[in-house]
């Protein structure tokens, strides 16, 4: 059993965040959860996590639950590909992340995880090498609100650390797994596969990697990490054809065989987001934030976490498994669909 140093969590409803606070839990620390909503993740209740209920745009709420923490993992953001109001995004991921990061500083956190993402690193290109935490990005190179602000969050960030606060910044790449409630975008993109619903790819790449093994970089980052640093919590690079036959073998559903130009996808999601901003306010059927991102190759290189870290990386078959279980045991996937065959366990 480990020490019982306080540990508080924000972003303990979201999907790494879930598992950051659960796998601190089951790890033996005393670890706050701060919520909007007290009953949104009731299994962190009842693994014995400390419910508390508050919002990081309010800074006394945040303060309060800073008190006697040892350390602090801000994992709280608003991860969407679409809003309706950007301004509600910018004050959650980047005046929440200056509240979380003020209250450290005053509760005197002995080590700081900021949760940052991939997004806010500089994207690859399709056959250049991967991209990493060095390579050279600006704020023009951000692709919609969220990146954005993921990426204005982070310069606050690397100023709290320049004032002392010991904060490590981790750059998770696109995890999959169980638990993806919501679902993420990605988890959304798995569901589509199992329903049936995907019938061609765009010739695009992302880095796919075990929200478990994410999780344990977070961990590992505040025992091993560098304050100032970021460190990519990645996995494995794969195009997105290549991790729909991941899903393909995992699930007896057939993979889609037809390359859709990315043209006619661009311009049917400016339609698209035309519809959802000047009439309906609901999120677009193709998000343009979505298909500008997969013009961009988004592989990257996860060494210095692995190294520095020691950051697992596991088999990304075992993640696909995972993510497929829980979709299908948890109403995601209709029922026409959920007597598919799955492949024994990676």
């Not at 350390?71 to 004050?91: F, K, Q, S, T």
């Not at 995972?322 to 492949?343: D, H, L, M």
Request: glycine fraction near 10%.
């Amino acid at each position: 059993m480990k020490a019982k140093t306080k540990k508080l969590v924000t972003g303990a409803t979201g999907f790494v965040g879930f598992h950051v606070a659960a796998k601190l839990v089951n790890k033996g620390y005393d670890v706050r959860v701060l919520v909007r909503d007290e009953k949104a993740v009731p299994e962190l209740s009842r693994m014995g996590a400390e419910i508390v209920k508050g919002d990081i745009r309010d800074f006394s709420s945040v303060s309060k639950a800073a008190k006697g923490c040892e350390e602090i993992y801000h994992l709280a953001a608003d991860y969407r590909l679409w809003v309706p109001d950007p301004a509600g995004m910018y004050e959650t991921n980047v005046t929440g992340t200056v509240n979380v990061m003020k209250a450290a500083l005053e509760a005197g956190a002995g080590k700081v995880v900021y949760t940052s993402s991939v997004g806010a690193l500089a994207p690859s290109r399709k056959n250049g090498p991967p991209s990493n935490e060095n390579t050279p990005v600006s704020l023009s190179d951000m692709i919609g609100p969220y990146k954005r602000s993921k990426f204005l969050a982070g310069r606050e960030v690397e100023k709290f650390a320049a004032k002392g606060l010991p904060v490590v910044i981790v750059n998770p790449s696109t995890p999959i797994g169980a638990m993806d409630r919501k679902p993420t975008p990605t988890g959304a993109m798995i569901v589509s596969f199992l329903n049936g619903k995907v019938p061609a790819y765009l010739d695009t790449g992302l880095n796919f990697v075990n929200v478990e093994d994410v999780a344990e970089g977070h961990l590992l980052a505040a025992r091993y990490g560098r304050p100032g640093e970021k460190y990519i919590l990645g996995g494995h690079n794969m195009t997105l054809k290549d991790f729909y036959s991941e899903l393909a073998m995992a699930s007896g559903i057939k993979a889609p065989s037809f390359k859709v130009p990315y043209t006619p996808v661009l311009i049917a999601a400016y339609i698209s987001e035309g519809v959802s901003r000047f009439l309906t306010r609901k999120p677009p059927a193709i998000p343009l934030t979505g298909v500008k991102m997969a013009g961009k190759y988004m592989y990257y290189d996860s060494t210095k976490a692995q190294n520095e870290l020691k950051m697992p990386k596991t088999p990304i078959k075992k993640a696909v498994m995972q993510a497929i279980e829980w979709f299908t045991g948890n109403g995601y996937v209709s029922a026409r669909k959920i007597g598919v065959p799955i492949c024994k366990k990676a």
